[in-house]
């Protein structure tokens, strides 16, 4: 089976966090033997109208039982079908794909932001370091308590209504953090501010950038950021996201 191959998978369970955020669990012993943190699945709808697959980042791999987490925000019509499969239903998936998180062994921070926030879970859990997570929300917060786990947890909060009264950056410098290295997902403004920050303390960072993904494996060009060195694939500077990301380091792109 190639990467490209769909197969159908049987759902193990979904439930609601919060108003428009589903948790979903799919039996997937092939993908979670080799899918690593920051990669990315496509689903496929079963409405024939909608052909193109939906990207969603993975958030945790149980190898031991085979199975795939995958969290995720209802922003359309395809992921909306998605939210109301339950469990026992199939689902035609593909992947692993994309080229996620490059572990390192360094003081690590982690920063998320929004939907951003999924796809750090199973980084925070591999990585064996000393490690802060700050997690950046509008309002109602979601998985912060399955992190508290993996290191010390710092959200923020647009309303203030919990934590920082602010965004990531305005909570790193509130409680003064500092890193060798920072793993960062999220909207591009936070990232531009991530990476700002990166240069600013000397410390290397690794981005997971969010984009709109059409064919999920590089061939359409449809997602594509701007990168400092020339793409052998399309001769111009500019990064697949799908396919030589969704993680880059910071220096080779620009935003």
Same mark, same amino acid.
């Given at each position: 089976? #190639? ?6 998978? +049987? ?9 428009? /955020?589903?948790?979903?669990? !799919? ?8 899918? =690593?943190?920051?990669?990315?699945? #496509? ?36 992921? &909306? ?13 593909? =992947?692993? @794909?994309?080229?996620?998180? #490059? @572990? ?28 802060? !997570? /700050? ?9 912060? +308590? ?6 010390? /947890?710092?959200? #923020?909060?647009? &309303? ?9 950056? &305005? ?5 003064? @953090? ?12 936070? @990232? ?9 303390? =000397?410390?290397? $960072? ?7 993904? $059409? ?12 990168? +400092?060195?020339? &793409? ?10 799908? +396919? ?12």
């Amino acid at each position: 089976m #190639s990467l490209a191959d769909k197969i159908r998978l +049987k759902i193990r369970q979904q439930d609601r966090l919060e108003d428009g /955020v589903y948790d979903l669990w !799919i039996e997937a012993k092939d993908m979670a033997a080799t899918a =690593g943190p920051g990669q990315f699945i #496509s689903l496929y709808c079963n409405d024939g109208g909608r052909l193109l697959p939906r990207p969603i980042s993975i958030c945790e791999i149980d190898k031991k039982e085979g199975l795939i987490r995958l969290v995720y925000r209802v922003i359309g019509k395809g992921t &909306d079908e998605i939210s109301r499969f339950r469990s026992g239903d199939y689902i035609e998936c593909m =992947g692993p @794909l994309g080229n996620g998180f #490059s @572990l390192e062994d360094k003081k690590a921070l982690i920063i998320g932001g929004g939907i951003g926030i999924p796809p750090l879970l199973e980084l925070a859990k591999q990585l064996k370091c000393e490690k802060d !997570i /700050v997690l950046g929300y509008r309002d109602l917060t979601f998985l912060d +308590k399955d992190f508290e786990s993996y290191g010390n /947890v710092y959200l #923020s909060t647009e &309303d203030g209504s919990v934590g920082t009264k602010g965004n990531v950056i &305005d909570a790193i410098i509130e409680h003064g @953090l500092t890193a060798d290295i920072i793993y960062a997902c999220g909207p591009t403004p936070m @990232l531009r501010g991530v990476k700002e920050y990166a240069k600013s303390i =000397g410390a290397t $960072a690794q981005l997971s950038l969010e984009e709109r993904m $059409a064919c999920g494996i590089g061939a359409c060009l449809a997602c594509v950021c701007q990168s +400092k060195d020339l &793409d052998h694939h399309t001769n111009v500077n500019n990064k697949r996201i799908c +396919k030589e990301g969704p993680v880059f380091y910071a220096d080779d792109i620009i935003l």
